[in-house]
């Protein structure tokens, strides 16, 4: 049983590039989310998904973009990366309303310079 | 929009010795209230939570407390190890398991 996986685990952009980050669970949650954590502080919102073709904004999501086709995957796109998007993301899933526990991966390391 | 408060943000204690994180919110709707410990390179992890129906929890050396009428709840780590070493988060959860997330507490476990 894998979890939440993410990939890749490191990436360094140019200011301008685009680039996927890939989120996968293999627990059948319904819900998944993304997050950001910058230094000395805690995780922050991204964008969240309740659901298979439904997605919402969270606290902090300009310039990020998701989709959910699958149950399975919630990619994260950064449609033109600033360095202000330099940061350590999470991606996390949970059961349902009921059963809270949020799972995460390791994170992926993004540097856009 | 929801505030989550996390005091201290660091703390040295001698192994064996308890430790205490606090953490108070805002959003009076918030019903769970969970605490993630994060080791270096890691994703957080959750360690105890507590429901709002539910006054205090605990596992092992691990407990939690919740006072619902004042917002906030407490971490209370007893006969501290060094594996206990890392940082903890507090995430009081809002609607569709949004968390929340406390700045964070550094905890240092000194053998």
């Known amino acids: 049983n894998a979890g939440v996986t993410q990939t890749p685990k490191f990436q360094v952009l140019k200011t301008g590039q685009s680039m996927t980050l890939q989120c996968a669970q293999d627990?059948?949650?319904?819900?998944m989310s993304w997050y950001r954590q910058d230094p000395g502080m805690g995780l922050r919102l991204i964008h969240y998904?309740?659901?298979?073709?439904?997605?919402d904004q969270g606290e902090v999501p300009n310039g990020y973009n998701v989709s959910r086709s699958t149950t399975e995957d919630f990619p994260l796109r950064l449609l033109s990366a600033a360095p202000s998007q330099t940061s350590v993301y999470f991606c996390?899933?949970?059961?349902?309303?009921?059963?809270?526990?949020?799972?995460f991966g390791q994170g992926t390391r993004l540097t856009v310079v | 929009g929801e505030n989550v408060e996390q005091h201290p943000s660091t703390l040295s204690v001698q192994e064996g010795d308890s430790a205490v994180i606090k953490c108070t919110y805002s959003?009076?709707?918030?019903?769970?209230f969970p605490w993630y410990k994060q080791e270096l390179g890691k994703g957080p992890q959750l360690i105890i939570d507590?429901?709002?129906?539910?006054g205090e929890k605990k596992d092992q050396r691990i407990a939690v407390t919740l006072n619902k009428t004042a917002k906030h709840f407490s971490l209370h780590i007893t006969e501290t190890q060094p594996e206990d070493s890392a940082v903890y988060f507090c995430?009081?959860?809002?609607?569709?398991?949004?968390?929340?997330f406390g700045a964070g507490t550094r905890l240092a476990v000194h053998p």
């Open positions: 996390a899933s949970s059961y349902d309303e009921g059963r809270s526990e949020a799972f």
């Open positions: 627990m059948n949650h319904e819900y």
């Open positions: 998904s309740v659901g298979a073709g439904i997605t």
């Open positions: 959003d009076s709707a918030s019903n769970y």
């Open positions: 507590i429901r709002s129906n539910v």
């Open positions: 995430a009081p959860q809002g609607g569709y398991n949004k968390l929340i």
